[in-house]
């Protein structure tokens, strides 16, 4: 165990099954090949949810900021590759010991052809040696660990009395993040999308209302998870004391505010390296209205370097623009409902 009241992957191969290698494989493999092979878990999209809740989530997550904030947990910037119609990101981080890579897709287009926007494949490997041990699902870790950041920061960051929550964009990434809110007794709140049947499906799972867009920004708190290829929130439509989670601008050219709403608020996000560079905040930044230091991670404020929402009049925004710790905190989750015996995945050798 960490000193520091974390958690950590056992760094040696406690009883996992570690197949022989040449002769096990039938005499297939070459000699140079090695002595062993070791089985890898192979944790599928309903593995990962089944394994881990929207509460539980929300905790890992705080749990992973605080360890990079002390310099517990390592992660290197994202990478992105980009193709015609979206992008690929390799998003590498260790801690708790472990190591991962996560390999991830955003196609805006895709679902008009049947097909999910955010795909790809999270390698895990044991710290200490290196040794491969699960590859998991990308896109369900994705959509855990989006929803509670939010939750996360708007426990943080929002006012104590803070209750009613809009939703803006309720698409994959929209609705974890009110399943997130709603596990953590935020709501009833209001949906927005202009599909009104996206809407209208996540306000019926939660027992929620359906609403325009003026009703979901004049909630508690705001939870914005649109496309960002235009701005949803404006100045004049915030309220003191009001909490923003802006989520769906992740990258670069992308903004779900404007700037002069920006100007107004109080501003918090997951990672200023990152965020300076693809986040909500980069538009103003690259505007030259703001500087690096007005901004505070939320790293800080959980680990009391910072403070967070000073005022009730306040209006807060949090910036998330995604983080492979988040990920490595949901994969570490995964692994120890595999050791507890909650999950049975079937393995592969490779
Ligand atoms: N911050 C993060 O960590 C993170 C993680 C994953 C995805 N994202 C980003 O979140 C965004 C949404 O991703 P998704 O996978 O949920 O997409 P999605 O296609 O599943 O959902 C997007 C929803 O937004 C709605 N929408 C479009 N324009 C809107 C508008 N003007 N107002 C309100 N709603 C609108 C769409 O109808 C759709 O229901 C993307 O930009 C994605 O890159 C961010």
């Given at each position: 165990?960490r000193?520091?009241?974390?958690?950590?992957?056992?760094?040696?191969?406690?009883g996992?099954?570690?197949?022989?290698g040449a002769?096990?494989?039938?005499?297939h493999?070459?000699?140079?090949?090695?002595?062993?092979?070791?089985?890898?878990?192979?944790?599928?999209?309903?593995?990962?949810?089944?394994?881990?809740?929207p509460?539980?989530?929300?905790?890992?997550?705080?749990?992973?900021?605080?360890?990079?904030?002390?310099?517990?947990?390592a992660?290197?910037?994202?990478?992105?590759?980009?193709?015609?119609?979206?992008?690929?990101?390799?998003?590498?981080?260790?801690?708790?010991?472990?190591?991962?890579?996560?390999w991830?897709?955003?196609?805006?287009?895709?679902?008009?052809?049947?097909?999910?926007?955010?795909t790809?494949?999270?390698?895990?490997?044991?710290?200490a040696?290196?040794?491969?041990?699960?590859?998991?699902?990308?896109?369900?870790?994705?959509?855990?660990r989006?929803?509670?950041?939010?939750?996360?920061?708007?426990?943080?960051?929002?006012?104590?009395?803070?209750?009613?929550?809009?939703?803006?964009?309720?698409?994959?990434?929209?609705?974890?993040?009110?399943?997130?809110?709603?596990?953590?007794e935020?709501?009833?709140?209001?949906?927005?999308?202009?599909?009104?049947?996206?809407?209208?499906?996540?306000?019926?799972?939660?027992g929620?209302?359906?609403?325009?867009?003026?009703?979901?920004?004049?909630?508690?708190?705001?939870?914005?998870?649109t496309?960002?290829?235009?701005?949803?929130?404006?100045?004049?439509?915030?309220?003191?004391?009001?909490?923003?989670?802006?989520?769906g601008?992740?990258?670069?050219?992308?903004?779900?505010?404007?700037?002069?709403a920006?100007g107004?608020?109080?501003?918090?996000?997951?990672?200023?390296?990152?965020?300076?560079?693809g986040?909500?905040?980069?538009?103003?930044?690259?505007?030259?209205?703001?500087?690096g230091?007005?901004?505070?991670?939320?790293?800080?404020?959980?680990?009391g370097?910072?403070s967070?929402?000073?005022?009730?009049?306040?209006?807060?925004?949090?910036?998330?623009t995604?983080l492979?710790?988040?990920?490595?905190?949901?994969?570490?989750?995964?692994?120890?409902?595999?050791?507890?015996?909650?999950?049975?995945?079937?393995?592969?050798?490779?």
């Amino acid at each position: 165990m960490r000193g520091r009241g974390g958690y950590c992957f056992p760094l040696a191969p406690t009883g996992r099954r570690v197949a022989l290698g040449a002769r096990a494989l039938g005499g297939h493999r070459p000699a140079e090949y090695g002595a062993s092979v070791p089985e890898i878990s192979v944790f599928d999209h309903d593995a990962v949810l089944s394994a881990v809740g929207p509460l539980e989530a929300v905790e890992r997550v705080r749990q992973a900021f605080v360890e990079y904030a002390g310099g517990e947990w390592a992660m290197p910037p994202k990478v992105y590759l980009d193709a015609p119609d979206g992008d690929f990101r390799a998003m590498p981080a260790q801690g708790a010991g472990i190591a991962i890579l996560k390999w991830v897709t955003s196609f805006p287009h895709n679902p008009a052809a049947g097909l999910p926007v955010v795909t790809g494949v999270i390698c895990v490997s044991r710290l200490a040696d290196g040794e491969l041990l699960a590859l998991v699902d990308a896109r369900s870790v994705t959509a855990l660990r989006t929803g509670a950041v939010a939750a996360m920061a708007t426990q943080e960051l929002a006012r104590e009395d803070a209750r009613s929550a809009g939703i803006v964009g309720c698409g994959l990434h929209g609705a974890w993040a009110a399943r997130c809110l709603a596990a953590a007794e935020y709501g009833p709140g209001v949906c927005f999308d202009p599909d009104p049947d996206a809407a209208g499906a996540l306000a019926g799972e939660l027992g929620w209302e359906a609403g325009s867009l003026e009703d979901a920004l004049g909630c508690d708190v705001v939870t914005c998870v649109t496309p960002g290829a235009e701005p949803v929130v404006t100045a004049a439509g915030l309220r003191p004391g009001q909490h923003l989670n802006l989520l769906g601008a992740d990258g670069p050219g992308k903004a779900e505010a404007e700037l002069a709403a920006i100007g107004r608020c109080a501003l918090f996000c997951d990672e200023w390296r990152q965020a300076s560079h693809g986040g909500e905040l980069a538009g103003a930044f690259e505007a030259g209205m703001l500087v690096g230091e007005q901004v505070t991670e939320l790293g800080a404020v959980l680990t009391g370097e910072a403070s967070g929402r000073t005022e009730d009049d306040a209006i807060t925004l949090f910036d998330s623009t995604g983080l492979a710790i988040q990920d490595l905190t949901i994969c570490l989750a995964v692994l120890e409902a595999e050791r507890a015996g909650a999950l049975r995945p079937p393995t592969v050798r490779l």
